[in-house]
């Protein structure tokens, strides 16, 4: 049975890991199944059926290939984001090239090779900004302690600060909303995510009320997560009716357009 929805969905935020099937193709193809039950209409995906914690440029090539096959065979439901690691500048630079200025993709990702703040950042994220790409940066505050170059939202705040032009996602909140929302407040070209946490109550109001609606994308980490428990974080929280539409979809429309123009790539 299908989930019906009044509101247009797009997940910012999805991975081809978790997922069954035995090519890049298939497992996007039942990733698409599973969001069509829940009228989630576009996804972004990055990093391929198998990750590496500070990847070669060897690996980073191989999952953003995975990415490539998929989003091929679903033009109109899935965007692509690359996957670059900023201890291997040059070959991200490269692959940012391939994948972004001369391939499909609309966005960059980045995850715990890396502290955010480094200066390794700066030539990734200036090549962006001449692209039009935004940036989504894995952020993360663990009670056991994160991984050795594992970014917390304090770091992007800080790397954010150094690039206004830029446009930047927190990924998962920081993990610790609380301190993750507050730690990205004063830089306004700075979005977060919700996904990756449990569903809890008041994560998505204080966002709202901390950064206000406009900043505030849907995510689910699927297939590392349910579309349906990380929705739940949105229809049900107690905010109105149009914040709820600018997080589910219109933010992310918003900060995509620029890219999704430049490419010819319809949005709507």
């Known amino acids: 049975m299908l989930f019906h929805t009044p509101y247009e969905i797009w997940d910012a935020h999805t991975h081809l890991s978790g997922v069954p099937g035995k090519t890049p193709e298939e497992r996007l193809g039942n990733l698409l199944r599973y969001a069509d039950r829940l009228g989630i209409s576009r996804l972004c995906v990055f990093m391929g059926v198998r990750w590496s914690y500070e990847p070669t440029p060897e690996d980073f090539r191989q999952q953003n290939d995975d990415v490539l096959r998929a989003?091929?065979?679903y033009p109109d439901r899935a965007f692509g984001f690359v996957y670059l690691n900023p201890k291997q500048l040059d070959a991200s630079l490269e692959e940012?090239?391939?994948c972004v200025a001369q391939g499909p993709m609309v966005g960059i990702k980045l995850w715990v090779a890396e502290h955010c703040n480094a200066p390794s950042l700066d030539p990734i994220v200036r090549r962006a900004v001449s692209l039009n790409a935004v940036i989504l940066q894995h952020t993360y505050l663990k009670k056991t302690g994160n991984l050795p170059f594992e970014s917390t939202p304090m770091e992007l705040a800080e790397l954010a600060a150094r690039h206004p032009d830029a446009t930047f996602i927190c990924a998962h909140s920081g993990g610790q909303w609380e301190l993750g929302i507050r730690a990205i407040r004063?830089?306004?070209n700075?979005?977060?995510d919700l996904c990756g946490f449990d569903p809890t109550n008041g994560v998505t109001e204080m966002a709202v009320r901390?950064?206000?609606p406009e900043r505030i994308v849907f995510g689910s980490d699927a297939g590392g997560r349910s579309f349906a428990s990380q929705l739940a974080k949105v229809l049900g929280a107690q905010i109105s009716e149009?914040?709820?539409r600018l997080i589910l979809a219109g933010n992310l429309k918003r900060v995509l357009q620029p890219i999704l123009k430049a490419k010819g790539i319809a949005c709507e």
């Open 71 to 73: 989003i091929a065979a």
């Open 96 to 98: 940012l090239q391939r």
């Open 190 to 192: 700075v979005l977060i």
């Open 186 to 188: 004063k830089t306004p």
């Open 210 to 212: 901390e950064l206000g």
């Open 242 to 244: 149009d914040a709820k």
